[in-house]
């Protein structure tokens, strides 16, 4: 059984930082690619990261980049979301995802496992 969960979310100052955390089980975790995602309230789902299955290689949204660093431990079977410089439009419920495909792909449908999800809420 495939399993996603996501941990580290909680309530934040604007400027403040924080880091997620994701940890997989049941699929061979350095095959995957993994992605981060965030719905807000009203909106929907929209993509902020992703690292290749070796984690050389990474993308960002644009909303994020410069600010969001994602990286993984193939050993612990884990993905990581360092979040800085939060700013309120940040508040969400992050997802990590895993996907086989090996080319970077942004879309939800790209994406075969998902977590339940870690709430985000930055303050201004």
């Known amino acids: 059984q495939v399993q996603l969960v996501e941990s580290g979310g909680g309530v934040v100052q604007a400027g403040d930082s924080l880091r997620l955390s994701c940890a997989v089980s049941g699929l061979p975790f350095g095959s995957y690619a993994m992605g981060w995602f965030r719905q807000a309230p009203g909106k929907e789902r929209e993509y902020v990261a992703r690292?290749?299955?070796?984690?050389?290689?990474?993308d960002y949204a644009d909303s994020v980049k410069g600010r969001f660093a994602v990286s993984r431990d193939n050993a612990k079977k884990m993905v990581y979301l360092q979040m800085n410089s939060l700013k309120p439009e940040d508040a969400a419920v992050y997802y990590c995802a895993a996907s086989s495909l090996l080319f970077v792909v942004r879309a939800e449908h790209g994406y075969m496992y998902w977590g339940q999800g870690t709430q985000v809420t930055v303050s201004s």
């Open positions: 690292i290749d299955f070796s984690g050389q290689s990474t």
